[in-house]
Structure formats: structure tokens, C-alpha cells
């Protein structure tokens, strides 16, 4: 059914009580008034019939029947009414009228009979002589104490009951106007009940729409002041509880946004309740349009879908792991929990994603350091332990065997030191890096590449190669001036290693608004482009074979990264095969001072 407003509902309720007990009192006053018009037109008839009995009394005897008709007529006019003259036989001895002789015996009315009985009779019928309805009354004619007659009059019916609902329509008009005042009396009073009750429900709106501060006022009815009141209370608690819920929710979206670790929440039905920046990054999805949908529509990933399932099944605490490969291969370890309401039902389930790349790296970074760390150390020794063997059983009384032996020996000690002594300065770097002991001092570019180029000069020479060298010597920056030039010499050796004879090498060093940039340039076999990217990992060798027959200890590009490292640098390669590598330092300029000078070259 169609709702209705209150106002409507008790409006009409109002106006039927208020016009049935109008129409029920309208009823009984017109039956009132005519009943007692009635009475009173009766009255009135036997007021006019007792003056007239006596005049017709005493000339009921001595008049002829004529003149008893004349003198009918006569009253009759004078008093608005039928006068009838009945005999007590019931013969009608004169009329004003009627002609009484062709009129019937009216013994049989009733009030005829009660008229002869000596009392005033009365009643109301259907004439058929006058075809219409009358009202009789009629009263007994005395002579010497003896009813001699009865006179009677009449008057029309009609005339009674026009007069009758002349009053009726007088009473209808006025019971109407009262209908009218009693029904904007009934709107009155129905708004008045319905305006407090109207202005709850718009603040029960306002509530709703989350208008918490406005207050209802308070009704001088009981029930509404109450119910308002109450209203008042419960918008307080309501403001009070959403303004806890908001800071809470804002301190843990704080807490997940500020997490590195990925959260994901769903429901029992595998659909994203919520999840932080963090896990968006991971799996590269909008965080806003992730949030409602199924997991497998949003994360394409079969393991963590799994997962997902796992959780939901076994409602327990679970550890797992996944990769990614949309970008480089990431390791990420999954810990997950089911979710649960205040009444212990399952709800859905909560993951947390670790990012655990960098130390999965460190994991195969410390394998494979401790694999190529036992395999240099082995190979020499191997080496070692095999000619003393050899000499302890009898080349040692071969004098150029031995000799030969021995100096094989020394080259094996000098690698084996050479690697320790690559291993420790490593160590030593990582330390000092760790504990920011690493001095750095202003100082000029130029004079550690002079000494980095005098210390590689046997080398270079014995392969007939030239080294040019650009720099400003004004360039000046805050460096460890034996540590840089450590790292230098480990480039041009390797430059020079990978080199042909004859070749030149080439240093220059530039001043950018934010960095000093040494970049060293060789003509050498040039690094394939897959393994640019490993080049300064620890015992990370290109050709392995031939880095060994060399010397290499496969620790020089991993020094050279750790010592750019401590200088808050950076430090990049770019080659061609069979055309040269470019190996670049780039150290932070801070605050730089520069003089003009010629740029030399040795």
C-alpha cells in the first residue's frame, strides 16, 4: 500500500469523528424540533378547537344544517383550518370543506373516539376526501354535561412538515458551519502534533546525511520532548563513535601507508577489502580500482591466488613465498592469517608481503663468495701442495727442476696473497664505510691520477701503451686521496691487462654542477652487454680463463665500487665488443674550488 503522511492519516480520522457526532446530533435535534413542532401544532389545534366548541355547541341545535356549513366555513377561515362537526352516531353534520352529506361516518376515527370517550383525541392519516395527509385533533361538544359532538379540526400534513424542514435546513446550515470551523479546528490541532513530529524526522535526515552537530529541539509534548532528547543523546554518541573510528582508521592507514611491507585484506569470498601503496607497487594495480574486486581479477598471479584459497580453507597462520617477473624477478615471502568478527566467524583474510629481493641477493651473493672465495684459494693451494709434493719426492735433488718448481710455488704464494690482500681490503672498506671512519679532505683531482698512472707505469710501458690524461687541476672535491687512487689503478690495470700493445688509454675529468666525473677510456675486447650489469661483483669474471692466466684476483672492479661507495659516488661502465670499454667515476662536487689552468697529458 501506498504510504501516506502522518497529517493525513489523522486529519481525516479527526473530521469523521468531528461530522458523525455533527451528524448524529444534527439526527436528534430535527427529530427534536419535530416532535415538539408536532406537539405544539397540536396544541395550537386544540387551542383554536376549544375556542370554537362553544360557539358550535350552542348552535349545534338551533341552526340548520346549512348554516352549520356556513358557520364552518366561517371558523374554518378564521382559524387556518378544516372544521368538521361529527355527530356521536359518527355522522359528519357539518364541514368546511366538504360537502357533509356525501362524506362517510367517521365513528371509526381514532380521534373521534377518543373525543366521545370525554378526553382530546388526536392523530395523523391520509384523507380521502381531501386526497392528502392531515393532522386531527378533536374535542368533545358538551350540552348539560352530556356529549352532544365533537368538533374537529385539521389542518394539512404538507403545511406541518414544510414548516418542519424549513427547520432542518436552518439546522443543516448551521451544523455545516460548525462542519467548517471543527474541521480547520481538526487541521490546527492535526499540525500541531504532526509539525514536531515533522521537524524529528528532517534531523532523523540530517543524521543520517552525517549533519552530527545540529541538535532537534526539544517539543513541550512529553513523548516528542523525550523521543528528541533521545534523538540529541544518540547524535552525540554517534559523533563521538564515527570521530573514534576516523582517527583510528586514519592511524592505521597512516601505519599501512607508511609500510614497506605490502598488506592485502579480503573477504570469505576472495574479494580485496582494502590494500596499502606498498602492495599496489609491488604488484604494479591501482590501489583505488583494486578494492571490491575478486584476487584473481586484480593479481595475476597463480601461487598467491593459492595462497589466497589456503588461507580461506584452513582459517591458520601461513608462510609462503612467490616471484614476480613483470620487472626484474622479485622474492617475496607471504605471511597470512585469517580474519575473524567479534563473534569468532570467519570473515576473510589478511596477507603481509615482505620484500625479501635484496636478501635473497645477499644470500647468493654470500654463496657464491664463499663458492668463488674456496675455489681461488683452492687453486692455488692445489697448486702449491702438488709441487711440494713433487719436490719431496726426488725433484728436489734435481736442481732446475727444483728451481722451476719453487718459483711456480712463489707465484702461487704471491696470488694467494694477492687475494688476501684484496679480501682484507675489502673488509676493511665495508668497515670503515659501516662506521663512517673514512676520512675525506678537499683535495685535487689531477694529482691522484698523476700518482695512479706513475704506479701503473711499468705495466704500461712494458706494453708500449700511452696514457692521456685530461683534467683541469683546479678541479678539487672531498676525497680519500690513496683510496681514489686505488681505485683508479685498478682501472688502468685493468685496462691495460685487457689491452693490445700499443694501444692508448685515455683519463678525463670534468666538472658538472653536481658531480666530478672521471671517466677512463680503453681500446681493449670490450664487455658483452649481459654482463655490464654483474662486472663489479666479487669474483665476477667475463672470461674466466683468460682473467686467471692474467693474475686477476676477480676482487679489482668489487674494490672500486666499494671505494666510489664511500665517497658518496657512483660508479657506471659502458663498452663495445672488440673496441674498447669506458669505465666512469662519478664523485659528488660539493663545494668546488677551480683555477684556471692548461689541461696536460702524459
Known amino acids: ?48 378547537a376549544k375556542l370554537i366548541a362553544p360557539v358550535i355547541s350552542g348552535a349545534l341545535y338551533t341552526e340548520s344544517t346549512e ?68 393532522t386531527y385533533v378533536a374535542l368533545p361538544i358538551y350540552q348539560k354535561e352530556e356529549i352532544a359532538g365533537v368538533v374537529r379540526i385539521a389542518v394539512p400534513e404538507p403545511n406541518i412538515r414544510s414548516a418542519i424542514r424549513s427547520t432542518y435546513v436552518e439546522v443543516a446550515t448551521g451544523i455545516a458551519l460548525v462542519g467548517l470551523v471543527v474541521a480547520a479546528l481538526s487541521l ?3 499540525r500541531s502534533v504532526t509539525r514536531p513530529v515533522d521537524l524529528l524526522r528532517r534531523g532523523a535526515e540530517r543524521f543520517a546525511n552525517g549533519d552530527l552537530a545540529t541538535r532537534l529541539v526539544v517539543s513541550n509534548t ?11 543523546t544518540m547524535a552525540v554518541q554517534l559523533e563521538d563513535r564515527i570521530h573514534t573510528v576516523e582517527r583510528h582508521r586514519n592511524e592505521l592507514q597512516a601505519v599501512l601507508s607508511s609500510m614497506v611491507e605490502g598488506v592485502i585484506a579480503f573477504d570469505s569470498d576472495e574479494r580485496v577489502i582494502s590494500l596499502n601503496q606498498a602492495a599496489a607497487d609491488i604488484f604494479n594495480v591501482p590501489q583505488e580500482q583494486a578494492v571490491g574486486r575478486v584476487i584473481h581479477e586484480v593479481f595475476r598471479n597463480v601461487d598467491l591466488q593459492r595462497f589466497v ?19 626484474a624477478e622479485e622474492h617475496l615471502q607471504l605471511q597470512g592469517a585469517a580474519l575473524h568478527d567479534a563473534q569468532g566467524k570467519r570473515i576473510g583474510g589478511l596477507i603481509v608481503l615482505h620484500d625479501i629481493t635484496r636478501l635473497h641477493k645477499l644470500e647468493t651473493a654470500r654463496r657464491d663468495f664463499v663458492s668463488n672465495v674456496s675455489h681461488e684459494l683452492k687453486t692455488p693451494i692445489t ?33 694467494l696473497t694477492a687475494l688476501i690482500e684484496d679480501l682484507l681490503r675489502l673488509s676493511r672498506l665495508e668497515q670503515d664505510a659501516e662506521q663512517a671512519r673514512l676520512p675525506l679532505e678537499f683535495g685535487p683531482i689531477r694529482d691522484v691520477i698523476e700518482r695512479a698512472v706513475q704506479a701503473c707505469d711499468p705495466t704500461i710501458a712494458a706494453k708500449r701503451m700511452n696514457v692521456q690524461v685530461t683534467c683541469d687541476p683546479g678541479i678539487r672535491t672531498r676525497i680519500n686521496a690513496p683510496l681514489l687512487q686505488l681505485a683508479i689503478e685498478n682501472l688502468l690495470e685493468n685496462a691495460t691487462k685487457y689491452s693490445e700493445e ?17 671517466a677512463i677510456t680503453d681500446q681493449g675486447c670490450g664487455i658483452e652487454q649481459e654482463h655490464l650489469t654483474r662486472i663489479f661483483e666479487r669474483f ?45 667515476i662519478s664523485l659528488p662536487a660539493g663545494t668546488v674550488a677551480e683555477t684556471s689552468a692548461n689541461p696536460g697529458s702524459n
Open 222 to 232: 512529553v513523548e516528542l520532548g523525550l523521543l528528541a532528547n533521545t534523538m540529541n
Open 188 to 190: 490546527i490541532a492535526t
Open 502 to 518: 700499443g694501444t692508448n688509454i685515455r683519463i678525463e675529468v670534468n666538472r658538472e654542477p653536481q658531480n666530478v666525473l672521471i
Open 309 to 327: 584459497a589456503s588461507i580461506l580453507a584452513t582459517g591458520g597462520s601461513q608462510i609462503g613465498s612467490i616471484v614476480l617477473k613483470h620487472r
Open 383 to 415: 697448486a702449491i701442495k702438488g709441487y711440494v709434493e713433487t719436490l719431496l719426492d726426488g725433484a728436489l735433488d734435481d736442481p732446475e727442476a727444483s728451481r722451476k718448481f719453487l718459483g711456480i710455488i712463489g707465484k702461487q704464494a704471491e696470488r
Open 67 to 134: 348554516d352549520l356549513n356556513e358557520l364552518c366555513a366561517q371558523l374554518g377561515a378564521a382559524a387556518s383550518a378544516r372544521v368538521t362537526i361529527i355527530l356521536p352516531s359518527g355522522t359528519v353534520l357539518a364541514d368546511s370543506a366538504h360537502d357533509s352529506e356525501t362524506m362517510d361516518n367517521h365513528a371509526d376515527r381514532p380521534e373521534v373516539i377518543e373525543a366521545l370517550s370525554g378526553q382530546s383525541g388526536n392523530s395523523t392519516r391520509y384523507s380521502y376526501t381531501l386526497r392528502t395527509d392531515l
Open 540 to 584: 665476477y669474471r667475463v672470461d674466466k680463463a683468460r682473467s686467471r692466466k692474467l693474475g686477476g684476483t676477480g676482487l679489482g672492479l668489487a674494490i672500486v665500487k666499494h671505494i666510489v661507495r664511500v665517497h658518496g659516488g657512483q660508479v657506471s661502465v659502458d663498452s663495445i665488443p672488440n673496441k674498447g670499454s669506458t669505465f666512469r
Open 1 to 48: 500500500m501506498p504510504r501516506k503522511r502522518l497529517i493525513w492519516q489523522i486529519f481525516p480520522l479527526f473530521v469523521f469523528v468531528a461530522a458523525g457526532s455533527l451528524v448524529l446530533a444534527a439526527f436528534y435535534a430535527t427529530q427534536t424540533v419535530g416532535q415538539i413542532y408536532q406537539s405544539q401544532r397540536r396544541a395550537e389545534l386544540e387551542a383554536r
